[in-house]
């Protein structure tokens, strides 16, 4: 496998009549991994991925794919690309097997291996049950999956999915979900989302647009570390609430802390340390002590909602 990253980007922007969609993104994308784009509608996230995929011409910078210029050597790109669009743009009035056809072919596969690539993703895709039925009877999960086998037909190194489970109810988005992680463990995955937990889910690295800029990028562990000082450690003690805050007044590693009554004798105690600190092994020891019974000992995990709106609010902070 080439050391090449499958994706460079460097200081990409593009402005639309004045207005800036992207404003000097640089980052870099390796092979084999399942990468998410993180932000609001309009940060950004769709514009990228059309540069990317050579739908669109940035205003300036540069975009690799597998090394090569997306702008001066288009076509080498798009036959190393895999897009589905957000608004997934399918023919209604074709079958499935007949429009999966038709866009290999485009995609210069012929013959045999035409034939056998649609079987395959006719199988990968639990699609054989529909593959003669008119694309306009789908349900809006079915016609996700035929994008997204569009997508692989051609079996292209890099997949580009834009906002790939928008309008799907539950159980689709499970499906969807699970064939994103079975696609990263053969293909380099780009995937733009504003659902928080889809990307928690099922990226190995997040990047966190916001107003055309990256804020943050990085894994969810490491993303969750960069929020530790923000972290609650929750203990329920059975012991009386004066003791327990005298406690943690005297506990030097605690900032804050907060004493409120639990079920039967218990006290809840929600306790904040300073520079990221694990207060649990301090805590385990003095209850253990005292002589104190403990039902719960757990630190809070940030979602990525919490996380998101720390990244953004601190850049608005800088700004002022």
């Known amino acids: 496998m080439s050391d090449t990253p499958m994706i460079e980007v460097e200081n990409l922007t593009k402005r639309y009549a004045g207005r800036t969609a992207i404003g000097g993104l640089s980052f870099t994308v390796g092979r084999g991994e399942i990468v998410g784009f993180l932000g609001p509608n309009g940060a950004g996230k769709s514009t990228t991925m059309r540069i990317l995929s050579g739908y669109l011409a940035a205003t300036s910078g540069t975009a690799r794919v597998a090394g090569f210029d997306v702008l001066t050597q288009s076509e080498e790109v798009r036959r190393r ?44 895709f639990g699609l054989d049950e529909v593959a003669h039925k008119l694309i306009a009877h789908l349900s809006k999960g079915f016609r996700q999956r035929v994008g997204i086998a569009d997508a692989l037909v051609h079996e292209p190194e890099l997949i580009i999915l834009d906002e790939p489970t928008i309008g799907l109810d539950p159980h689709q988005i499970r499906t969807v979900r699970q064939l994103i992680k079975d696609l990263g463990r053969r293909h380099t995955v780009l995937i733009s989302s504003h ?22 990028a990085d894994t969810p562990d490491d993303l969750q570390q960069r929020m530790a000082g923000r972290t609650q450690v929750i203990a329920e003690i059975a012991a009386p609430a004066a003791e327990l805050r005298h406690c943690w007044e005297a506990m030097a590693e605690v900032e804050q802390f ?16 300073r520079a990221g600190l694990d207060l649990r092994p301090q805590i385990y020891d003095l209850v253990k002590e005292r002589g104190w019974r403990l039902r719960e000992l757990t630190r809070s995990r940030h979602t990525l909602e919490d996380i998101f709106v720390h990244v953004t609010s601190r850049d608005r902070e800088e700004e002022i």
Do not use: W
């Not at 895999?82 to 072919?105: I, Q, S, T």
């Not at 409120?260 to 809840?268: C, D, K, N, T, V």
């Open 258 to 273: 907060d004493v409120s009554a639990a079920e039967g004798e218990f006290q809840r105690c929600a306790l904040t340390p």
């Open 195 to 216: 659902i928080l937990p889809e990307v928690e889910v099922t990226c190995s690295r997040i990047l966190i647009l916001h107003e055309g800029s990256i804020l943050a």
């Open 81 to 124: 690309i895999g897009y589905m669009p957000e608004n997934n743009p399918l023919y209604d009035d074709m079958r499935v097997r007949e429009y999966l056809k038709f866009r290999a072919r485009l995609k210069g596969l012929s013959g045999a291996h035409c034939r056998d690539r649609v079987d395959t993703v006719l199988g990968q």
